[in-house]
C-alpha cells in the first residue's frame, strides 16, 4: 500500500510557542490530505482538509488561525499549531487517499508544556 | 450528525477466546469501514463493506454489514495477542471520515 509519513514522531514544547508538523506522501501524489486530532482514549477528530494549491477547509469548531494548513507540492502539506497550549496536546494524524484508500500517517505525539 | 456508536468500548480477553464487536448508527449508509489501531501508530484499513448483508472474511476476521446498512460487526476467531488494539468503524463522505469511538481489545497471552 501507499506510504504516508510524519515528522516529527513527537515534540514536547513550551506554553505559547509554535510546532510545524509535515505529512508526507512518499510513494504518490496527493492533492488532498487530512488532518485528524487524537486525545488519550479518544477516536479520530477530522481537524480540516488540505487542498493543494488551494486553502484548506476547516471542520466546524476549528480554529483556522490557530491551526494552520499549508499544502505547497503534491507530496507535502503541514500543519502548524500556532501560540500552543496545553489544551492542544494530542496525536495529531493525517491521511491521503490513493487507489479510493485513505492512508494514515503515523502519527504526532505533540506535548505542550 | 450521523453518529456511530461502538460496543463494547473496552474488551479484555484470553489468547484463543473469540469476541464479536459492534458498530450501530440510527442512519442508513452508503458504506463503513473498520480500521485497526495501535498504540502510537495511524488507523490501518481492514475492510469496507458496501451491500447490505454483506459478509467479508480476512483470515481469522469476519465482517458483516446489516441488511439495513445501518449496522456492521466484527468478529474474531481465536484472538491472538498480535490481535491488540483499537478497533474503529468509520462512514466516508468524500474520503472525509467520521469514526465510531472505537472498541480497545486486549488479548492476554
Known amino acids: 500500500g501507499a506510504v504516508v509519513s510524519q515528522h516529527p514522531s513527537w515534540v514536547i514544547c513550551k506554553s505559547g510557542t509554535s510546532v510545524k508538523i509535515e505529512c508526507r506522501s512518499l510513494d504518490f501524489q496527493a492533492t488532498t490530505m487530512f488532518w485528524y486530532r487524537q486525545f488519550p482514549k479518544q477516536s479520530l477528530m477530522l481537524m480540516a482538509t488540505s487542498n493543494e494549491g488551494s486553502k484548506a477547509t476547516y471542520e466546524q469548531g476549528v480554529e483556522k488561525d490557530k491551526f494552520l494548513i499549508n499544502h505547497a507540492s503534491l507530496t507535502l502539506s503541514t500543519l502548524t499549531v500556532t501560540s500552543a497550549h496545553p489544551e492542544d496536546s494530542s496525536f495529531y494524524i493525517c491521511s491521503a487517499v490513493q487507489g479510493g484508500e485513505q492512508f494514515f500517517g503515523p502519527g504526532t505525539r505533540l506535548t505542550v508544556l | 450528525t450521523q453518529l456511530l456508536e461502538q460496543s463494547p468500548q473496552f474488551l479484555s480477553i484470553q489468547e484463543g477466546e473469540n469476541l464479536t464487536v459492534y458498530c450501530n448508527s440510527s442512519?442508513?449508509?452508503?458504506?463503513l469501514q473498520w480500521y485497526r489501531q495501535e498504540p502510537g501508530e495511524g488507523p490501518v484499513l481492514l475492510v469496507t463493506v458496501v451491500t447490505g448483508g454483506e459478509v467479508k472474511k480476512l483470515k481469522r476476521l469476519t465482517f458483516q454489514f446489516g441488511d439495513a446498512r445501518k449496522d456492521s460487526s466484527l468478529h474474531i476467531t481465536a484472538a491472538q495477542p498480535g490481535d491488540t488494539g483499537l478497533y474503529l468503524c468509520?462512514?466516508?463522505?468524500?474520503?472525509?471520515?467520521?469514526f465510531g469511538k472505537g472498541t480497545l481489545l486486549t488479548v492476554n497471552p
Open positions: 468509520a462512514r466516508s463522505s468524500n474520503y472525509k471520515l467520521t
Open positions: 442512519s442508513v449508509f452508503s458504506s
